[in-house]
Structures are given as C-alpha cells and as structure tokens.
C-alpha cells in the first residue's frame, strides 16, 4: 500500500471529484469498497443472529444469508 502526504491525498481527491464532474459518474475507491463489504457482512452476521434468536432453522438463515453452516453454528455458540 502507498501512504500519500495530505497534500496528495487532497490533490488526488480534487482530481477525482472533477473527474467525475466530467463523466457524471460516482467513483467508489477501494477503501469505501472494502467499507461497504464490510458493513455488509456485518448486517448479515445481525439478520443471522436475529433469525437464531426467532428460532429459525440452520437452513432457513443459510438460505436468508448465504452463511456456511460453520458461519451459522459459531453463531449459535455465541449465545
């Protein structure tokens, strides 16, 4: 990973912004990327351990949430 001064950082955002000015489209960095996957999984990992406390099945919340059956039984045993 390259770490830049804040005057790049700054210049490098200036740029991008005018950029997308330019084309009209929003430019997701791989930081806010790998924020977003993040905050998804956490909201799985909430649903999962909702449905366990409805008393749904291993099956319905692999279905509901893709999680494996090893994601679902180290849920459960964090109740």
Known sequence: MIL???QLKQRLN???REYEEEVNMAY???MEESGIKKGIEKGVIQVAKRMIQLG????EIAEATDLSPEAI???RGQD
């Open 4 to 6: 830049l001064s804040q």
């Open 14 to 16: 200036l740029e991008i």
């Open 28 to 30: 997701v960095t791989s």
């Open 56 to 59: 749904k099945s291993d099956k």
């Open 73 to 75: 039984a180290e849920l």
